[in-house]
């Protein structure tokens, strides 16, 4: 069985179970969908953004937008939105999802004074979710205090990312600084992964032989993870 795979569609339930863990979104499946997944010893994890939202007008939202995905900055020290995103991780821990994957942490790398308060989210959610998993996309600007919240980080684009020009292998220093914060992160004891992103065989087999190199379990899709 794979360790971690991502999947923003529906269905495909033969597939996912094929994986210990998959991330979903809370809208695609039902609760028999994520039961029968339990059932197969698969644990279903639900995607939940903590630093951007929809562009549907709220007053969490900050006057910037981030164009590659057409949502929007949020203030996550807001009441509404904590309440906002407390209530979204207990519905999907009522439906039957296992533990909630943690996105959009890096938004707040662009205020630097949202750290503390994206940290208290993260505390809030961990004490909701109790034993559950809890993992975060990458947020290495909230180490070391992250390690203590969380299960697990997601290396997001460790090796290979998406442009507006196509699918390509990350510039030399990125993938150092990647490395860096891998070791880093090894040093907390939490379990790592690595999503990646591919269009070809050649930029797949890439990523994959670099995370299995430094003893990471990888998951190479398309931009919209919608491929398994």
Excluded at 163 to 187: A, H, I, K, M, W
Aim: overall charge neutral.
């Amino acid at each position: 069985m794979r360790a971690l795979a991502f999947y923003y569609g529906k269905g495909r339930l033969q597939q996912l179970r094929r994986y210990a863990q998959v991330v979903l979104q809370t809208w695609a499946y039902t609760p028999i969908e994520l039961q029968w997944l339990r059932s197969q010893d698969t644990r279903p994890l639900a995607y939940l953004s903590l630093g951007e939202d929809q562009p549907i007008p709220a007053p969490w939202h900050r006057n910037a937008r981030n164009l590659d995905w057409n949502t929007v900055y949020v203030d996550p020290a807001h009441p509404d939105w904590i309440k906002n995103r407390l209530n979204e991780a207990q519905k999907a821990i009522d439906m039957g999802f296992e533990g909630l994957f943690l996105d959009t942490l890096d938004a707040a790398t662009l205020n630097p004074q949202d750290r503390g308060a994206m940290l208290q989210l993260i505390a809030r959610l961990r004490a909701l979710v109790g034993p559950r998993r809890l993992y975060a996309n990458r947020g290495f600007h909230l180490l070391p205090e992250l390690s203590s919240l969380v299960d697990g980080v997601v290396l997001e684009s460790f090796s290979t990312t998406w442009t507006p020009g196509g699918y390509r292998v990350l510039p030399t220093y990125e993938l150092e600084y990647n490395l860096s914060c891998l070791f880093r992160l090894q040093g907390f004891g939490l379990e790592l992964y690595a999503l990646d992103y591919a269009d070809r065989f050649w930029l797949e087999g890439f990523a994959r032989l670099r995370a299995m190199y430094y003893g990471l379990p990888t998951f190479v899709s398309n931009r919209d993870l919608t491929r398994l």
